[in-house]
């Protein structure tokens, strides 16, 4: 079988993630695809990390830069990691991770930091990619994102005012929502 999961949205800051109650439960799942005989693929079909349900008032990286946050995420979601990283290291279920829009200007570098090893499934513009598995060439696996003009990268908009941004509108919306729940304004 090929498990294909996406949508794990693990995040630096539990106060406010919004996979902090399921955590258990994917540690559980990860678990099982580890122990099944017949799991031959792991595939995370993107937004494995969060970059984006952070609070507007939140500064993402805390001074900081992008590989400081990944860790803080790999040490938030410690459980996770573990899992997806013994999976990883036992080398008998290939993982492979497509990034998503939440993850979108995550580097290859800074994923590969905290799931050391870990298949990248990468297109040429940066927050894309495309998979598909071992032995199954006309299986596509994406994220999705990129046929979504709310969420895919927009290498356009604000280049005057933040050159080199790729954040499409669906960013600020999310900072947006992620401020209210932290004011209890769902």
């Known amino acids: 079988m090929i498990v294909v999961i996406s949508d794990l949205h693990l995040g630096a800051d539990l106060d406010y993630a919004e996979c902090k109650e399921n955590l258990p439960s994917l540690e559980k799942l990860l678990k099982q695809i580890k122990a099944a005989q017949n799991v031959k693929e792991l595939v995370i079909a993107g937004d494995l990390v969060d970059e984006w349900f952070v609070p507007a008032t939140t500064d993402t990286y805390q001074g900081k830069d992008q590989a400081d946050f990944v860790r803080r995420i790999a040490t938030a979601n410690k459980g996770v990691f573990d899992a997806l990283n013994s999976i990883i290291h036992e080398g008998n279920i290939l993982v492979t991770y497509v990034p998503g829009n939440h993850d979108l200007t995550i580097t290859a570098a800074n994923i590969e930091s905290i799931l050391p090893g870990i298949n990248q499934a990468r297109d040429a513009v940066q927050g894309l990619g ?41 960013y600020f919306f999310t900072r947006i929502a992620a401020l209210d729940v932290i004011q209890n304004f769902p």
């Open 130 to 170: 495309t998979y598909s598995p071992v032995d199954y060439s006309k299986i596509a696996i994406e994220h999705g994102h990129r046929y979504n003009f709310f969420c895919a990268p927009d290498p356009l908009s604000n280049q005057d005012i933040a050159p080199g941004t790729i954040m499409p509108p669906g």
